[in-house]
Structures are given as structure tokens and as C-alpha cells.
T-cell receptor, first 111, second 110 residues
Framework: DAGVIQSPRHEVTEMGQEVTLRCKPI?????LFWYRQTMMRGLELLIY????????DSGMPEDRFSAKMPNASFSTLKIQPSEPRDSAVYFC?????????FGPGTRLTVL | DAKTTQPNSMESNEEEPVHLPCNHS???????IHWYRQLPSQGPEYVIH???SNVNNRMASLAIAEDRKSSTLILHRATLRDAAVYYC???????????FGTGTRLAVRP
């Protein structure tokens, strides 16, 4: 298996623009997680899905953030409009029976 | 969420064993103990997890105290590639959610 796949790996955008991050989980995994990592706040859970259904989105910072999982093999995290404080590394992870497997992350820079 | 306490940093010599401690005095009877590590510029990586009994896999061993209020991750022979931040996390049995703390930054000296 190729592991969790994220795209793009790097994204540089200007404040106010829409940003869409993509994730393909490991086949057969029933949970999908979106995290954000910054030096100041560490690794934070934003939202997670079970069998494509959002279970807990309490970590989503504000309404500018939204996430979808239209099927078992694809999820998106969208930020609209983006702000400089959204600059971070965004990780997607999937799991089956407890152990989470992380993708390589998307490094987002909002200018 | 039940909390864990880990030392901020540790050092080890290459090819020697490393014991990374974790305290979780408020652990509930159904919480699993998970360990992850994050190498520089990479995403976190699953290492091992357990409930009550000690666990071994190809990466490490997990020793769990009898009262479950503490645990130790054991790397049997440290290599330079093991330099990373190691996170000890409690996972509720009812879900897969993890809450990452600040972890222990392990440095390995050649």
C-alpha cells in the first residue's frame, strides 16, 4: 500500500484566497483525521470522520474551515478565505483498529 | 481527555538501549496507551500501543506498570535515525481520537 497520500505537498497563497487540501486514506481504513501543526500550538486535531461521516469537528478553528469526505477514498480540507495565521503543516491520517497512519503533510504558507 | 507527562528531552548514545518514560496517573481502565514518534520534517509515525500487558514489535517494546499509571517505551538499540520527538498518548476505547502533547525530544549521539 502507498500509505496516506496528501496533495499538494507545498502551497503558497495570498491572503483571501481559497485553499483546498486533499487526502487519500489507506484502503480499508474506516477513520480519517485532519491535523494542523505549528511551532506555537503543536499538533492539533481539527476534525475526524468515521465511515465518511464527520464525528467531531470541535477542533476546526472557525467557519472559514470546512472538511468533506464524499467517499471512503477521498477527503478535502478547505480554507476560505485564507489568512496568514493559517500558515502551518496540515496532516491527514487514517486508522483501522486504533493505530493512526499519517501522510507526509501539506506545508501551507499564506502571505 | 486523560493527560500524560513526559520529560521534555532525553539523550542517548548510538547502539545503546533507550527507556522513554511516561506518567499517566489519571488513566481509566479502558484507555489504551499509544506511542508515536515524529522524525524531523515528517508526519507522526505509529510505534506501538498496549492496554495492560507488555507489548513487543519490530520497532520497540512497551512496558506497562502493573497499576497502569506509567509506561516506558524501550528502544533496544538506538540508531541515529531514532532521533525524533516521541509522544505518549492515551486513547479512549470508545473511539480513535488522539490528543498529542509536547512529547520527548530524543537526541542520539554517535
Amino acid at each position: 500500500d502507498a500509505g496516506v497520500i496528501q496533495s499538494p505537498r507545498h502551497e503558497v497563497t495570498e491572503m483571501g484566497q481559497e485553499v483546498t487540501l486533499r487526502c487519500k486514506p489507506i484502503s480499508g481504513h474506516d477513520y480519517l483525521f485532519w491535523y494542523r501543526q505549528t511551532m506555537m500550538r503543536g499538533l492539533e486535531l481539527l476534525i475526524y470522520f468515521n465511515n465518511n461521516v464527520p464525528i467531531d469537528d470541535s477542533g476546526m478553528p472557525e467557519d472559514r474551515f470546512s472538511a468533506k469526505m464524499p467517499n471512503a477514498s477521498f477527503s478535502t480540507l478547505k480554507i476560505q478565505p485564507s489568512e496568514p495565521r493559517d500558515s502551518a503543516v496540515y496532516f491527514c491520517a487514517s486508522s483501522f483498529e486504533g493505530a493512526q497512519y499519517f501522510g507526509p503533510g501539506t506545508r501551507l504558507t499564506v502571505l | 481527555d486523560a493527560k500524560t507527562t513526559q520529560p521534555n528531552s532525553m539523550e542517548s548514545n548510538e547502539e545503546e538501549p533507550v527507556h522513554l518514560p511516561c506518567n499517566h496517573s489519571t488513566i481509566s481502565g479502558t484507555d489504551y496507551i499509544h506511542w508515536y514518534r515524529q522524525l524531523p520534517s515528517q508526519g507522526p509515525e505509529y510505534v506501538i500501543h498496549g492496554l495492560t500487558s507488555n507489548v513487543n514489535n519490530r520497532m520497540a517494546s512497551l512496558a506497562i506498570a502493573e497499576d497502569r499509571k506509567s509506561s516506558t517505551l524501550i528502544l533496544h538499540r538506538a540508531t541515529l535515525r531514532d532521533a525524533a520527538v516521541y509522544y505518549c498518548i492515551l486513547r479512549e476505547s470508545s473511539g480513535d481520537k488522539l490528543t498529542f502533547g509536547t512529547g520527548t525530544r530524543l537526541a542520539v549521539r554517535p
